[in-house]
């Protein structure tokens, strides 16, 4: 698909990618990247960060990998600075690592729903946090005259409710809660931009893989609303709040989902899910092979 925006609207720039090594993240990276920008991408499995910088470098990014836990104040600390020291600057804050799975509420320990938020919602505040001092208007690296941008990845769980979800529900809608507090304080104070991308189903992620197996999906077919986006999608909107073509905008959760938050149906019963989610949990840790793919 042909990008609809100049190939050098963010040339110069340098974007961190958390959960950049794959699915959502990846795409995002990589159409930062086409577009002239520098990339960073964070995750915890070296091997995938590894295999998604190869995939960078053989289509002309200049990318770099750095292995963290978002939810480790040190890891979150280290990664920031290493992007710094590598390239000089940093511009642009992608937020995209995210745990879930499903499970219905009453199998869901306190714990296993900890885990979701630790790395959605803190997660995500505490790379924001490691982040300003760098991207902040006058920072290291930067223009005394303007600040950079974040966007957090959130999703549409929460626009209504949703089954079998509810940890990764409460921590995306906290994250959109980050992203309008942070917009109007570092708005102000920083010149920063902070937006939000709350993304549908997407075809050929985990999201879809691991949370829709094939038996939800022949009735999902069936609804007239729901369609699959592609990865490209969003990282199309990705690269419109990064540039300058999103100048004006701050404080904005764009839901890019081709209208599927408006039905979300009840598709199985909480033992069929429970007997799916295991499955699926099983087949999700399997050893990625080759490197990541493009629609493009």
């Not at 890891?75 to 799975?101: M, P, Q, W, Y």
């Not at 966007?151 to 549409?156: G, R």
């Not at 009840?266 to 007997?275: E, H, N, Y």
């Amino acid at each position: 698909m042909e990008s609809p925006f100049k190939a050098d609207i963010v040339k110069g720039k340098v974007a961190l990618v958390t959960g950049g090594g794959s699915g959502i993240g990846y795409e995002i990276s990589l159409q930062l990247g086409k577009h002239g920008a520098s990339i960073a991408i964070m995750g915890r499995r070296k091997h995938v960060i590894d295999s998604a910088v190869a995939a960078l470098h053989s289509q002309g990014v200049p990318a770099i990998g750095l292995e963290g836990d978002v939810r480790k104040d040190d890891d979150a600390a280290r990664v920031v600075e290493s992007t710094f020291k590598h390239f000089g600057r940093l511009d642009i804050l992608v937020n995209a690592a995210a745990g879930n799975f499903l499970v219905p509420a009453e199998y869901l320990s306190p714990n296993g729903f900890q885990t979701v938020i630790d790395i959605d919602t803190v997660g995500t505040f505490r790379m924001c946090h490691k982040a300003l001092k760098y991207l902040k208007k006058g920072g290291p690296g930067k223009d005394p005259s303007t600040g950079g941008a974040i966007i957090n990845i959130s999703a549409i769980l929460h626009y209504g409710a949703t089954w079998y979800q509810i940890h990764a529900s409460a921590a995306k809608a906290a994250i959109d809660s980050v992203t309008r507090s942070l917009a109007l304080e570092w708005g102000t104070d920083h010149d920063i931009r902070v937006n939000g991308i709350a993304p549908g189903a997407v075809d050929d992620t985990a999201g879809v893989t691991k949370l829709a197996p094939e038996e939800m999906l022949s009735k999902i077919k069936e609804k007239p609303l729901y369609k699959f986006g592609e990865k490209w999608d969003i990282a199309m909107a990705a690269l419109y709040l990064a540039s300058d073509a999103g100048k004006f905008v701050n404080g904005t959760v764009l839901v890019v989902d081709g209208g599927q938050w408006l039905s979300m149906p009840r598709l199985l019963s909480k033992d069929a899910v429970k007997q799916l989610s295991r499955r699926e949990e099983i087949r999700s840790r399997a050893v990625p092979t080759g490197l990541p793919k493009s629609k493009l």
